[in-house]
C-alpha cells in the first residue's frame, strides 16, 4: 500500500464515522490524527534500528489499528476484549457510554443499535451452532435470518431465542423490570420458571424479582425503539422512571427534592428535543420546578402548580 494509498483509507473510514458527529469537529479531529501517526511511524523507525522499508508493513498495520480504535473512540464506542486464561481472545464487548448511541453489525449480519449506557457482548464461537450474545443495558436487534443457528440474547435471567426476525430488549442492571417489543417474525422468551412465545405488535415484560413474565398486545410495537431515531416515547412512565432514562440519553445526574414528584406519569412522544426542552414541557403539564447546574439538575414540587394539578384531576 502506498502513502497515497494509506491516507485516501484514512480519509475514507473517517468520513464513515458516526453521522451524528459535528463535520468541523470530524474534520479537526482527522487533521490530528494523521500527523501523530506519522510521528509514531518515524520514532519507531528510529528505536527499531532498522531500514524504513523492512518495517514498513508492520507500522502501517499498527497505525491502521490506532485509526479504527480512534474512530471509535469518536463515536462513543469502547472495544474490549477478555482473556479467560486462554490463549486466544475470548469474548469481544462493545460498550456505549452515557449520552451516546451507536450501531455495529454482526459477524453473521444481524445489525444491532445500542442504545446509552450499554454493551453487548459476544464470543469467538459466535455464529458456529449458535448465536449467542450477552446484554446489558438496551438494544434494537434486526437479526439476519438462519434456520441452521438460532439467535440467542442472554439478559438478566432471561434468553430470548429467535430464529430472524426485529425486536427491542431493554434490560438495564439498575431496573426491576425486563421488557421485550417485538416488531416481525417469532420470539421465545425463556426463563427458569416460565416461557413465552411472542408473535409481532406484542411485548413481554419480565420481573427480576418474582420471575414472573407478562405478555400483552401493543398498537404499535416501534415505538418501544424509537429512541434509535432519537425519539422518547413515554407510555407512561412515572417521573422516576422519566428521570432513569434522561440521565443516560444526555448523560446527566438527576435529583429528586421531593419524593412525591418520583410517583407522577407522563405519556407522551418527543423528538429530537434538548434536555431543557424536556423538562419544560413536564413542568408545564406537573406541579414541577426544575434547577440546572452544570450536568446536575434538580427537582422540586411547585406548590401553586400542585394545587392547579390536582384541581384538573378532580
Do not use: C
Amino acid at each position: 500500500m502506498t502513502e497515497q494509498d494509506y491516507n485516501s483509507w484514512v480519509q475514507e473510514q473517517w468520513e464513515n464515522a458516526s453521522e451524528e458527529m459535528d463535520p468541523v469537529l470530524k474534520k479537526e479531529l482527522l487533521n490530528r490524527i494523521k500527523p501523530r501517526l506519522d510521528i509514531s511511524q518515524t520514532a519507531s523507525v528510529a528505536i527499531l534500528g532498522k531500514p524504513k522499508k523492512s518495517i514498513k508493513p508492520f507500522i502501517k498495520w499498527v497505525a491502521s489499528i490506532a485509526a479504527i480504535f480512534m474512530l471509535l473512540l469518536a463515536t462513543g464506542i469502547t472495544v474490549y476484549f477478555y482473556d479467560q486464561g486462554k490463549s486466544n481472545l475470548s469474548d469481544t464487548t462493545v460498550a456505549v457510554e452515557k449520552g451516546q448511541k451507536a450501531s455495529i453489525i454482526l459477524p453473521d449480519g444481524t445489525k444491532v443499535w445500542i442504545n446509552s449506557d450499554s454493551e453487548v457482548t459476544y464470543g469467538t464461537h459466535f455464529n458456529h451452532k449458535e448465536r449467542v450474545v450477552q446484554l446489558h443495558g438496551e438494544a434494537f436487534f434486526e437479526v439476519t435470518p438462519d434456520k441452521e443457528r438460532a439467535f440467542i440474547v442472554q439478559t438478566g435471567g432471561i434468553a430470548v431465542k429467535v430464529l430472524g426476525t426485529s425486536f427491542n430488549i431493554k434490560s438495564y442492571d439498575d431496573e426491576e423490570h425486563i421488557s421485550i417489543a417485538l416488531m416481525t417474525g417469532k420470539v421465545d422468551v425463556e426463563s427458569d420458571y416460565d416461557k413465552i412465545t411472542m408473535l409481532p405488535n406484542h411485548i413481554t415484560v419480565y420481573n427480576k424479582l418474582n420471575h414472573r413474565m407478562q405478555n400483552n398486545q401493543v398498537s404499535n410495537a416501534w415505538e418501544y425503539a424509537g429512541w434509535k431515531d432519537n425519539i422518547l416515547n413515554f407510555k407512561p412512565e412515572t417521573f422516576e422512571n422519566i428521570a432513569k432514562i434522561l440521565e443516560r440519553y444526555y448523560n446527566t445526574t438527576i435529583i429528586f427534592e421531593s419524593e412525591a414528584l418520583k410517583k407522577l406519569r407522563f405519556r407522551g412522544s418527543l423528538k429530537n428535543t434538548s434536555l431543557e426542552s424536556i423538562l419544560q414541557i413536564l413542568s408545564l403539564t406537573s406541579p414541577l420546578s426544575y434547577e440546572i447546574k452544570d450536568s446536575l439538575i434538580i427537582l422540586r414540587e411547585n406548590k401553586k402548580q400542585k394545587q392547579d394539578y390536582e384541581r384538573a384531576l378532580k
